[in-house]
Each structure stands twice: as structure tokens, then as C-alpha cells.
């Protein structure tokens, strides 16, 4: 019994070092100890007392004027660790970069993590807008073109299991209906790539295809994203409808190379 009650505050320890170092990545580049605190729910002492034992192991680190705290460049050797042994990360950087540098816009690389997705690598075009978007940053499935594409690997029970109803808007042009995200995705399926227009931010949108493993199985998918005059689906013009399926081609024949260097036929 002594020995379940040490396993359990040595978790409960754990968990509480990893909300204290999620609470820094919260937005805000710098917090107090009591806006940790707030954030964690720990109390202001608790707190203090993660964030210096988190300090001594180089995780985050303090400012020496405004006492303020921010994750520290310790944790960057753990996280690049991880993303570069990705097998997706592997496999599509080199055709991301490419990709990126033919178009001008952006590229993603994103895997399902439970009702989210997380984006593996970024590249940017001279087209791209500025973006905010980095390795290990999430975003909605339902609302994005990447994520629809992760999201046909589901089926429509699945699908609403796991996203919850109603599904939340992010902009006037967000898909909120799981009935419409259903026929959304079966094109998907259909065509093999996915359009988002506008549905996370206002004059953006992207292009998505789906990314295979050896098994047949969607584990990722790529995306260019970019102004949504280039890459949207409103607009009526031809010049831009014929400019729109050349970079489908694209989208597709780099998920298409992705996937044959993760070993699908």
C-alpha cells in the first residue's frame, strides 16, 4: 500500500510539472508565478516550487529583471529530437520544401493527436501570408483542410464521437454541421484532396491531400495554405479556377511521393 501512495503523489508530481509547462505555452511569451498558478489551478507556493525545480533542470528559465518566466531553449534538444525521428517528419521535409519553394505558398505537414491535429513541419513561400503556425502547434480538424483529410480514416460515428456536436465556428464559413462535414469528407474520399476556405481565418484557405503508411492507413496529411483569392473556392474566375487545380496536382503528387517513402504501393 506504501508503495501505491509514493507511485501516486510521484505521478500526481508529474502531471503537475507538465500542466506548469503548458500553462508557459499558453500563448503569452513570459508569465508570473501566479498566472501560472491561475492556469494550473495549483496553489501560488506549489507553483513557485515546480517552476524553480523546473529552472535548476534547465526547463524553463526566469528572467533576472522582470521575474517573469518562459519555457527554456533546455527543452529544444527533447522536442527536435522527437520530430525528426517522426517517420512522416522524415519522409516529408525535403518534399515540403520543395513544394513550397515551386508555389510560393505555404506547406504543412500535420498527424491526428485525439480531436486535434499537430502540425509535424512548416515551410514558407514568398506568396505565404506571415504565419504563426510551427512544429507542434494544434489546430480543428472539422475546420481545416488537413484535418478533413485525417478525418476521413473515421467514420461518421467516429467523427462525432470524437469532435463533440455543435461543431465550434472559427469563422462565418466554418463547417458547423456533421451532416455537411460528412458529405464534405466523402468528396474527400472521391477526389483525394480537400479545399478549406476561410473557415479558420478570414482571407486564408488551403488545399490537403491525404498521407499513407504501407499498411494503406491515413496517418498524416500535407497541406498549402495561403491567400484564399489563390487557393479558395469561391471565386467564379476561370483564370483562378484553372491556377486552383494546378496546385491540386501539386498537393497531390507531394502526398503521393510522401507516401511512397513511408512504403505504400
Known amino acids: 500500500m506504501a508503495t501505491r501512495a509514493t507511485?501516486?503523489?510521484?505521478?500526481?508530481?508529474?502531471?503537475?510539472?507538465?500542466?506548469?509547462?503548458?500553462?508557459?505555452?499558453?500563448?503569452?511569451?513570459?508569465?508570473?508565478?501566479?498566472?501560472?498558478?491561475?492556469?494550473?489551478?495549483?496553489?501560488s507556493s506549489t507553483t513557485s516550487r515546480l517552476l524553480s525545480t523546473l529552472e535548476r533542470l534547465d526547463m524553463v528559465e526566469r528572467?533576472?529583471?522582470?521575474?517573469?518566466?518562459?519555457?527554456?531553449?533546455?527543452?529544444?534538444?527533447?522536442?527536435?529530437?522527437?520530430?525528426?525521428?517522426?517517420?512522416?517528419?522524415?519522409?516529408?521535409?525535403?518534399?515540403?520544401?520543395?513544394?513550397?519553394?515551386?508555389?510560393?505558398?505555404g506547406a504543412n505537414a500535420a498527424v491526428r493527436r485525439g480531436g486535434e491535429?499537430?502540425?509535424?513541419?512548416?515551410?514558407?513561400?514568398?506568396?505565404?501570408?506571415?504565419?504563426?503556425?510551427?512544429?507542434?502547434h494544434t489546430a480543428p480538424l472539422h475546420a481545416t483542410s488537413i484535418g478533413k483529410c485525417l478525418l476521413t480514416g473515421l467514420g461518421p460515428k467516429e467523427r462525432r464521437k470524437l469532435l463533440g456536436d455543435p461543431l465550434e465556428a472559427h469563422t462565418e464559413y466554418t463547417t458547423t454541421s456533421h451532416d455537411l462535414l460528412?458529405?464534405?469528407?466523402?468528396?474527400?474520399r472521391r477526389t483525394?484532396?480537400?479545399?478549406?476556405?476561410?473557415?479558420?481565418?478570414?482571407?486564408?484557405?488551403?488545399?490537403?491531400?491525404?498521407?499513407?503508411?504501407?499498411?494503406?492507413?491515413i496517418v498524416a496529411a500535407i497541406s498549402l495554405w495561403g491567400p484564399s483569392s489563390v487557393l479558395g473556392d469561391r471565386s467564379e474566375s476561370a483564370d483562378a479556377d484553372g491556377q486552383r487545380l494546378a496546385l491540386v496536382r501539386e498537393v497531390i503528387e507531394a502526398a503521393d511521393a510522401i507516401s511512397q517513402a513511408l512504403g505504400a504501393l
Open 117 to 136: 491535429l499537430m502540425f509535424l513541419c512548416n515551410f514558407e513561400g514568398t506568396r505565404a501570408p506571415k504565419s504563426y503556425t510551427q512544429a507542434g
Open 63 to 105: 528572467d533576472p529583471v522582470s521575474n517573469l518566466y518562459r519555457l527554456s531553449l533546455g527543452l529544444l534538444p527533447l522536442a527536435a529530437t522527437a520530430t525528426n525521428r517522426h517517420p512522416v517528419h522524415r519522409a516529408a521535409r525535403m518534399v515540403l520544401q520543395g513544394l513550397a519553394t515551386r508555389t510560393g505558398l
Open 192 to 217: 483525394g484532396y480537400a479545399v478549406e476556405a476561410e473557415e479558420r481565418a478570414l482571407g486564408r484557405a488551403s488545399l490537403a491531400a491525404p498521407v499513407r503508411d504501407a499498411s494503406g492507413e
Open 182 to 188: 460528412d458529405s464534405e469528407i466523402d468528396t474527400v
Open 7 to 43: 507511485d501516486a503523489g510521484t505521478n500526481q508530481s508529474v502531471e503537475r510539472a507538465v500542466s506548469v509547462l503548458r500553462a508557459l505555452d499558453s500563448g503569452r511569451p513570459e508569465l508570473r508565478v501566479s498566472d501560472v498558478a491561475e492556469l494550473t489551478g495549483l496553489g
